[in-house]
């Protein structure tokens, strides 16, 4: 995962405590599709001036969907059931992050929105592959490895986008300045069985 530029890779046992709760692991999963959707519709809302940028929010948004419904499938096709929307802690932390560090220029707000959403991707990818690799069901093996292959494509499309309309920021050091937070955040997570946790 090194075009990826985590510092900090996720330890292969936290796939032993998903692989106790296949439930909950793919209700989180779903959600975190349902998300990742919403938040390409919420980047369209704010920055509709950019017609590349909405068609390639509304493509994703609509993958991003497309993912939720091949989880839901899954989940219904075992007899299990999608519980509530989980809180995810990890994207709180990475969203209080994006906050503080807005100067409160409309670019800087575009660029961190994108970096934030990038950072996700990028993390998700590399769960996905941990899942893709250790996971004892092979179904789910296989499903975590195409799905991983669409993180990473999500990951540039967002970088690619920070980099192409952030006039007067240096994207790749704020980009490294996210990476080095992020691996602040995910040492205390790789304990739950979900995406993130």
């Known amino acids: 995962m090194s075009v990826l530029r985590l510092?900090?890779?996720?330890?292969?046992?936290?796939?032993n405590i998903v692989d106790?709760?296949?439930?909950?692991?793919?209700?989180?999963?779903?959600?975190?599709?349902?998300?990742?959707?919403?938040?390409?519709?919420?980047?369209?809302?704010?920055?509709s001036e950019y017609p590349d940028l909405v068609s390639d929010m509304l493509a994703l948004a609509k993958e991003e969907i497309e993912h939720f419904q091949m989880v839901h499938d899954i989940i219904k096709k075992r007899g299990l059931t999608l519980g509530r929307e989980r809180k995810d802690e990890y994207v709180g932390e990475l969203a209080q992050y994006?906050?503080?560090?807005?100067?409160?220029?409309?670019v800087s707000g575009f660029v961190e929105r994108l970096l934030f959403s990038a950072m996700i991707e990028a993390r998700s990818c590399e769960r996905f592959?941990?899942?893709?690799?250790?996971?004892?069901?092979?179904?789910?093996?296989?499903?975590?490895?195409?799905?991983?292959?669409?993180?990473?494509?999500?990951?540039?499309?967002?970088?690619?986008?920070?980099?192409?309309?952030?006039?007067?920021?240096?994207?790749?050091?704020?980009?490294?300045?996210?990476?080095?937070?992020?691996?602040?955040?995910?040492?205390?997570?790789?304990?739950?069985?979900?995406?993130?946790?």
């Open 20 to 47: 106790k709760n296949i439930e909950e692991i793919l209700t989180d999963h779903a959600w975190c599709e349902q998300k990742a959707a919403s938040n390409a519709i919420t980047i369209i809302t704010i920055n």
């Open 129 to 197: 592959k941990v899942l893709s690799e250790n996971m004892e069901d092979p179904e789910l093996a296989s499903f975590y490895r195409d799905l991983m292959e669409s993180e990473a494509a999500h990951y540039t499309t967002f970088i690619t986008y920070a980099r192409k309309y952030g006039h007067g920021i240096d994207v790749e050091k704020r980009w490294r300045e996210w990476i080095e937070f992020e691996a602040s955040v995910i040492a205390n997570y790789g304990k739950r069985e979900t995406i993130h946790g």
């Open 98 to 106: 994006m906050k503080k560090s807005n100067n409160g220029s409309r």
């Open 7 to 15: 510092k900090l890779p996720t330890d292969p046992r936290w796939v």
